[in-house]
């Protein structure tokens, strides 16, 4: 069975770090770029992150950028996202999604998503 699986969420004070990970079984990870996504309680979902399939290219919303990096080990099947000087308004869902390029409108592979609670 393909699939991805996030890992890495939790409980963090503002201002601490996390790194979440994205693995693949039952597919070669590095035939897809991968977009992290997240949601918030209430909130639409929005694209955080995303690498292509080699990872020479990465791009950052907003909200993000300078605080989190995005990287891939396609030798282990895993793509990383490390986050850092988090904030309460980072608290949502985070999923992964394997897709064909990163401005592709869907998605080939979608994770269960992991929690990230950012709160003193």
């Known amino acids: 069975q393909s699939q991805l699986v996030e890992s890495g969420g939790g409980l963090v004070q503002p201002g601490g770090s996390l790194r979440l990970s994205c693995a693949a079984s039952?597919?070669?990870?590095?035939?897809?770029?991968i977009g992290w996504f997240r949601q918030a309680p209430g909130k639409e979902r929005e694209g955080v992150s995303c690498?292509?399939?080699?990872?020479?290219?990465?791009n950052y919303s907003y909200s993000v950028k300078g605080r989190f990096t995005i990287s891939r080990d396609n030798a282990n099947n895993t793509v990383y996202l490390q986050m850092n000087s988090l904030k309460p308004e980072d608290t949502a869902i985070y999923y992964c999604?394997?897709?064909?390029?990163?401005?592709?409108?869907?998605?080939?592979?979608w994770g269960q998503g992991t929690q990230v609670t950012v709160s003193s």
């Open positions: 999604a394997a897709l064909y390029y990163c401005s592709a409108t869907g998605y080939v592979y």
């Open positions: 039952g597919f070669t990870l590095d035939y897809y770029a």
């Open positions: 690498i292509s399939r080699n990872g020479g290219s990465t």
